[in-house]
Nanobody, 115 residues
Framework: QVQLVESGGGLVQAGGSLRLSCAASGSILGINTVAWFRQAPGKQREWVATITSGGSTASADSVKGRFTISRDNAKNTVYLQMNSLKPEDTAVYYC?????????WGQGTQVTVSL
């Protein structure tokens, strides 16, 4: 089992920044990828960014150039640095970890961007 705990969400004005953290614990040796997803009210959950065990990253077009995914292996933590936030970035942000056999989700952290 893998446990994921997100933190770092909050209320920020448009143009501001937040850094989300996803701390992993448990049987993490088999984890190949860690991703961030988000879900706004009334909308489907959407992919935001991914980082692989090899360090490769990818992000959605909607956040490219503003959000950066990174990790600290010593802390078993993945980060999502969010800059130039927009009201449309308001959502619950979820951390997702994947192995060859299953995926795991965190409980989510709320990000609210005001005008």
């Amino acid at each position: 089992q893998v446990q994921l705990v997100e933190s770092g969400g909050g209320l920020v004005q448009a143009g501001g920044s937040l850094r989300l953290s996803c701390a992993a614990s448990g049987s993490i040796l088999g984890i190949n990828t860690v991703a961030w997803f988000r879900q706004a009210p009334g909308k489907q959950r959407e992919w935001v960014a991914t980082i692989t065990s090899g360090g490769s990253t990818a992000s959605a077009d909607s956040v490219k150039g503003r959000f950066t995914i990174s990790r600290d292996n010593a802390k078993n933590t993945v980060y999502l640095q969010m800059n130039s936030l927009k009201p449309e970035d308001t959502a619950v942000y979820y951390c997702n970890a994947g192995s060859i056999s299953r995926t795991y989700w965190g409980q989510g952290t709320q990000v609210t961007v005001s005008l």
